[in-house]
T-cell receptor
């Protein structure tokens, strides 16, 4: 199982890039890294995932280190609405569909 | 396309009562999961299903039952509610690698 470690909180100025780190040193070769976020008490929202290569979509970019032991989620121009808890998730028990969540990082975007 | 629909949104139970939390998805997703989230905590996996007729236990299955008779529905049953089951419950589904879609949650209070 991929156990993940994230800082409990981070701050970012509005309009600046937010870089959220995640360590997943126990990840194995075929495990994807997923990022989700949860705004206030809403249901979590999928952001992005990756295996080996860096990925980009309309929400964020994902940088995965070559050894795959860590990754960074980048929000290029953070807005106040990006204030949320961000989860880097790992799989559990041999399936990419059985995801386990840690406590995540509370990102606060300040005006 | 409604996504993942959870009912009810709020529920108060007395200790010992039973109830079923409903979850339905209209995306023809094979994989569905139930999570609970306690204050200040991440999400913990209760049960999951990889297809109709197939379910398995997650991290915290005690006190809960599930069944998956159709692809669309994945109800969660509380057999005899306890105050420790006061939580927010999220249902989620995915069709494969591309990340889970979560419902908006059921806020359950057991008194």
């Amino acid at each position: 199982d991929a156990k993940t470690t994230q800082p409990p909180s981070m701050d970012c100025a509005e309009g600046r890039a937010a870089n959220l780190p995640c360590n997943h040193s126990t990840i194995s070769g075929n495990e994807y890294v997923y990022w989700y976020r949860q705004i206030h008490s809403q249901g979590p929202q999928y952001i992005i995932h990756g295996l080996k290569n860096n990925e980009t979509n309309e929400m964020a970019s994902l940088i995965i280190t070559e050894d795959r032991k860590s990754s960074t989620l980048i929000l290029p121009h953070a807005t106040l609405r990006d204030t949320a808890v961000y989860y880097c998730t790992g799989k559990s028990g041999g399936s990419n569909y059985k995801l386990t969540f840690g406590k995540g990082t509370l990102l606060t975007v300040n005006p | 396309n409604a996504g993942v629909t959870q009912t009810p949104k709020f529920q108060v139970l007395k200790t010992g009562q039973s109830m079923t939390l409903q979850c339905a998805q209209d995306m023809n997703h094979e994989y569905m999961s139930w999570y609970r989230q306690d204050p200040g905590m991440g999400l913990r996996l209760i049960h999951y299903s990889v297809g109709a007729g197939i379910t398995d236990q997650g991290e915290v299955p005690n006190g809960y039952n599930v069944s998956r008779s159709t692809t669309e529905d994945f109800p969660l049953r509380l057999l005899s509610a306890a105050p420790s089951q006061t939580s927010v419950y999220f249902c989620a589904s995915t069709g494969g690698i591309g990340g889970y879609t979560f419902g908006s949650g059921t806020r359950l209070t057991v008194v």
